[in-house]
């Protein structure tokens, strides 16, 4: 079992910055590839990043890339999420979640195996 708890959602202006951070503890001796996701509401949960365990390769959704980017500390067995340039539309419930079985970094949600209970992100304009 893996437990992720994510921190550092908040109201944020339009053009501001958060940094997000999923905290891992359980079974977190192997590097596991790892993601973030994001609900809006009314909306279906939508991919965000993903990083490789070594935190070597990433992947970004293309309405994130150049503004967000996803790093981990495995000494600390923690990920981050650094969102820079915020707009409205990334208002939403951002989540964490580890892909024990992957290789290689995965952008579907159903790869995923365990998850956090999300941390809200609101931008206001």
């Known amino acids: 079992q893996v437990q992720l708890v994510e921190s550092g959602g908040g109201l944020v202006q339009a053009g501001g910055s958060l940094r997000l951070s999923c905290s891992a503890s359980?079974?977190?001796?192997?590097?596991?590839?790892m993601g973030w996701f994001r609900q809006a509401p009314g909306k279906e949960r939508e991919f965000v990043a993903t990083?490789?365990?070594?935190?070597?390769?990433?992947y970004y959704a293309s309405s994130v890339k150049g503004r967000f980017t996803i790093s981990r500390d495995n000494a600390k067995n923690t990920v981050y999420l650094q969102m820079n340039s915020l707009k409205p539309e990334d208002t939403a419930v951002y989540y964490c979640?580890?892909?024990?079985?992957?290789?290689?970094?995965?952008?579907?949600?159903?790869?995923?195996?365990?998850w956090g209970q999300g941390t809200q992100v609101t931008v206001s304009s």
């Open positions: 979640a580890a892909d024990v079985g992957s290789l290689w970094p995965e952008r579907r949600s159903d790869k995923y195996d365990y």
């Open positions: 359980g079974r977190t001796g192997s590097t596991y590839v």
């Open positions: 990083i490789s365990g070594s935190g070597g390769t990433t």
